[in-house]
């Protein structure tokens, strides 16, 4: 095999399908970027099993071929490179030659035989999104998911389509996050589960904005993501999600709309006073005078602030972990946000009025009695 292309194309190549080479594995082919040249294009593939990417890169194919090369060592190699154009040439007994400028590299690396490549994906399935969107969806309900694994389930998000409407969902047994977006034409009815870290790896990936577009598919045991010059196959979760509509029926008759940035830093002050082992709430108080009040009492000290609201409906104090509150405010690009609350045992929301997005968060018990 013999190619040239620039450092910059390379170099970004590498950085995409390297999401999915395997870091804890027995296989050493795992730990390789499979670079193939054939039909007058280059194409860079990772794979460890569960995350496949490939992606083609601009550059000249002298030769064709394909070999496997050692993942960090390439990638390390090429970053530190010239500014330059790149020469790679692999002989017969799978010696690698990277030349750039007056930089001779021999570089560790594999028969390209045995490695894996993606699956075949049947396209029967499939929604299209503009990159933006997808972006959008993942950085407004990945935060919610489980890094546990012994929760397999809450390690992904549900991806349901129905009456050409996506919602997608993500949980942790403390907190929900729901995004739902109308879709374009005729679309399948589709429910599956995306592992969090494909979505978390994707959403790096993805640099177009609401002009590009990226087609998803869906197969029985896959998710196939495609857009620019790049292919994205991952394994889906196998199980059936949590039934998430009872929750959602919830009635509230507690309406507070406020400022977002302005109850933002405010829990962002409160916040100083919890250590993580502390697990102190907030307390959230709710008068008829219009205003929320926000306290927090630790070993380390206490705040008390007040925040002018519009309220409808009862009075309320309530408790909250204020990372969950934290988490879902920074998502939200409105200027105000509504927070719906029936009492201090039943759980949180706050949406729009589309309910485009809905967070649900669960309260902590406290003594009501004292504040």
């Known amino acids: 095999m013999r190619i040239k292309c620039k450092k910059r194309d390379l170099s970004e190549g590498i950085n995409i399908v390297s999401k999915a080479v395997s870091n804890k594995t027995t296989m050493p082919i795992l730990q390789c970027i499979l670079v193939e040249a054939a039909g007058g294009r280059i194409k860079l593939i990772a794979n460890d099993l569960e995350l496949g990417i490939e992606t083609f890169i601009e550059g000249t194919v002298l030769e064709e071929g394909k070999i496997a090369l050692e993942a960090k060592f390439f990638s390390d190699i090429v970053r530190k490179l010239p500014e330059s154009e790149i020469n790679i040439e692999t002989n017969s007994d799978y010696k690698t030659t990277v030349y750039c400028e007056k930089t001779k590299a021999i570089v560790p690396c594999r028969s390209g035989e045995d490695f894996s490549y993606l699956p075949v994906i049947e396209k029967e399935k499939s929604i299209t999104l503009s990159q933006m969107t997808l ?57 599956v589960i995306v592992p969090g870290k494909t979505l978390q790896e994707i959403s790096k990936i993805l640099s177009g904005g609401i002009d590009d577009e990226v087609s998803i598919f869906f197969s029985d045991n896959n998710i196939l993501f495609e857009f620019d010059e790049t292919r994205i196959v991952s394994r889906l979760i196998e199980g059936e999600y949590f039934k998430i509509s009872q929750m959602l029926s919830i009635d509230h008759n507690i309406v507070v709309k406020t400022d977002r940035k302005d109850l933002m830093s405010i829990i962002d002050r409160a916040m100083i006073f919890i250590q993580e082992t502390d697990k102190k709430p907030i307390v959230v108080s709710v008068k008829n005078d219009n205003n929320m009040y926000i306290r ?75 504040y």
């Not at 997608?168 to 996050?177: A, Q, W």
């Not at 509504?338 to 759980?347: E, L, T």
């Not at 929301?349 to 003594?367: C, D, G, Q, S, V």
């Open 296 to 370: 927090v009492d630790t070993n380390l000290g206490s705040l008390n602030e007040e925040l002018e609201v519009e309220k409808t409906g009862d009075e309320i104090i309530i408790g909250f972990n204020p990372k969950f509150i934290m988490d879902a405010l920074r998502v939200i690009d409105d200027d105000s946000v509504n927070i719906y609350m029936y009492d201090s045992k039943s759980p949180c929301f706050i949406k729009n009025a589309e309910e485009t997005y809905i967070y649900i968060i669960l309260p902590i018990n406290i003594n009501t009695s004292i």
């Open 135 to 191: 972006r959008d969806i993942i950085r407004q309900t990945i935060f919610s998911i489980s890094d546990n694994e012994n929760t397999r389930l809450m390690t992904g998000e549900f991806f349901d389509i129905k009456n050409n409407k996506l919602s997608v969902v993500s949980l942790d047994g403390h907190r929900i996050s729901i995004r739902n977006v109308e879709l374009k034409g005729e679309n399948p009815d589709v429910s």
